[in-house]
């Protein structure tokens, strides 16, 4: 009787304790696996009910921020890095660092992701769940043809560039010169050690970085003379057709060039400048909010979410790459040449300083100064100095 009493009172009590993580997050992929690892993790975890709710992606954050201003926001939920700086300011995220520490995952996660996550204080709120890095595509037949390898450094690169330029049909690099296309730029740019703050746009060595990539369309004449207004789609079907060997995009586009090329299409990371490599990181993340009342029970869940298979099988349905070293070593859902071109791209990822001024560089400021630039109403000096008044405060 005694024993019965005992085993009522402790399932009574395991009952009592167990708690309900509300999740948000952002899928649009029909082929959605979350209701798989929601069960698989309340298996594993039965004192925790995992409640994962889809919110489009169109008002994902208005949605949020309006969720935690009114007392009703999830548990966890996942973030991009844009993101972090207005969070932070709000109080809105717990530290997690600790906890990533003493996380038997963390051995596991791809080197550079924690501390590219890492927040405006120095803390760390996010935990890493999937990532793209930009690379250089480049097409083996056309290099092969004439008799050049994959370039390692910007000499090389330019060099080859000015190879297998055969204008009109053929150019060496697919620069996109319309909007989206400062990370293309910043490859050559930021490499140099160009900053987006005050005097970090005009130094010496910035100053004749970013006038070197011009000079390449205006100059070498190897970049196609559609450059200053090509946006994704233009660079992607002017390497599809051949009419450019090069071209800087990130793993989302590596299965629609290998269907319309096979292998006549491969990658390698970015040139390195002077010994210097910089490459921009696509990113999301997930994040524990300070207001939840199962802190716990939604770092064990979305902890779950960044490890091994776990990990494998939530990027399947976001088509972007796992954080893993282990998931990353036997990656299928890219051919591997592109998985390898990712990784080894990671340790000199890196992200534009969050602010307004950095909003505005990337939305309309770069893309109208960078344009001016290689139709020659501007110098590239002017350029640069225009985009350092951005900065000037």
Avoid at 273 to 291: H, I, M, P, R
Wanted: aromatic share 10%; charged share 20%; with cysteine.
């Amino acid at each position: 009787m005694g024993a019965t009493c005992a085993l009522l009172a402790g399932l009574a009590l395991g009952a009592a304790k167990a708690e309900t993580v509300r999740f948000w997050y952002h899928f649009d992929n029909p082929a959605n696996p979350m209701s798989d690892l929601v069960k698989s993790f309340e298996t594993a975890n039965p004192g925790i009910k995992i409640e994962a709710e889809n919110v489009p992606w169109n008002s994902y954050y208005d949605n949020l921020y309006t969720s935690l201003v009114g007392g009703n926001a999830p548990d966890a939920a996942m973030v991009k890095l844009f993101a972090q700086p207005r969070l932070v300011e709000m109080g809105a995220l717990e530290p997690i660092g600790a906890r990533i520490d003493a996380w038997p995952g963390k051995a596991d996660l791809l080197d550079n992701l924690v501390e590219i996550n890492k927040g405006p204080d120095g803390k760390q709120y996010f935990l890493p769940i999937q990532y793209v890095v930009l690379y250089l595509y480049y097409r083996p037949d056309l290099f092969q043809a004439a008799g050049l390898t994959p370039p390692k450094t910007c000499d090389e690169f330019r060099a080859a560039a000015k190879a297998l330029t055969k204008a009109p049909a053929t150019y060496g690099f697919g620069l996109r010169g319309g909007k989206g296309g400062w990370d293309q730029w910043g490859a050559f740019v930021f490499s140099q050690g160009a900053k987006l703050e005050k005097g970090g746009m005009t130094t010496p060595t910035a100053l004749a970085a970013n006038a070197w990539l011009i000079d390449m369309f205006r100059t070498d004449k190897s970049i196609p003379p559609s450059a200053p207004n090509d946006g994704f789609q233009e660079i992607v079907a002017a390497f599809k057709a051949g009419k450019t060997a090069m071209t800087i995009h990130h793993i989302g586009s590596s299965a629609d060039l290998v269907k319309a090329l096979g292998d006549k299409v491969s990658a390698v990371p970015v040139p390195a400048c002077n010994g210097k490599q910089w490459t921009s990181y696509g990113d999301e993340s997930l994040a524990v909010f300070s207001a939840s009342k199962a802190k716990d029970a939604a770092w064990k869940w979305i902890s779950f979410l960044a490890e091994g298979k776990n990990n494998v099988e939530f990027n399947k349905a976001t088509g972007q790459m796992t954080v893993t070293k282990s998931g990353s070593a036997n990656w299928t859902l890219h051919e591997r040449r592109f998985v390898d071109a990712t990784v080894q791209s990671l340790p000199f990822a890196a992200v534009l300083p969050p602010s307004t001024a950095t909003a505005e560089f990337v939305n309309t400021a770069w893309q109208t100064a960078m344009q001016q630039a290689m139709t020659g109403q501007i110098t590239p000096d002017q350029m640069m100095k225009q985009l350092e008044t951005l900065f000037a405060q």
